[in-house]
């Protein structure tokens, strides 16, 4: 009886894995993305690997298909290096090769960070966003 009850009492209590992950606020909406990200930009994800200088990130090269927003419009250029976590306990967005994202990155040039609650998704889900977007640019 007592190992019963214990077994119960061991389901009861979260583990410390769930507690530790990645948990995103209410979406976020189209304008508050705008205005926070640095870089809003259509992009396809050309090459992802684990960065040689920032530990526990992989370091994604995006090709610019096309700019919506940059901080920096001076340092524009044809493709953009954005980091995110390596681990989805950490908020990691899982990019994947030769797609084409609508993506909000924070920071800078040097350092564009993309994580799994900001706007950042795939195109083929994002177009009614882009539309909106669009929309709002003009």
């Known amino acids: 009886m007592r190992v019963i009850i214990c077994g119960l009492l061991?389901?009861?209590?979260?583990?410390?894995?769930?507690?530790?992950?990645?948990?995103?606020?209410?979406p976020m909406s189209l304008e508050d993305a705008l205005s926070e990200s640095s870089l809003v930009a259509i992009g396809?994800?050309?090459?992802?690997?684990?960065?040689?200088?920032?530990t526990g990130k992989l370091e994604v090269r995006v090709e610019i298909l096309r700019e919506i927003k940059r901080s920096n419009p001076e340092l524009a250029t044809s493709s953009a290096t954005v980091y995110t976590p390596m681990s989805p306990e950490e908020c990691g967005y899982p990019f994947r090769l030769e797609m084409d994202y609508l993506l909000y990155a924070t920071g800078n040039p040097a350092y564009y960070k993309v994580l799994r609650c900001s706007k950042t998704e795939m195109l083929e889900t994002a177009r009614d966003d882009l539309d909106q977007l669009l929309k709002m640019k003009q």
């Not at 583990?15 to 992950?21: G, H, I």
């Open 10 to 26: 061991l389901h009861a209590v979260p583990a410390e894995a769930t507690a530790a992950e990645c948990q995103c606020e209410q």
């Open 44 to 54: 396809r994800v050309s090459s992802i690997k684990p960065s040689a200088i920032r």
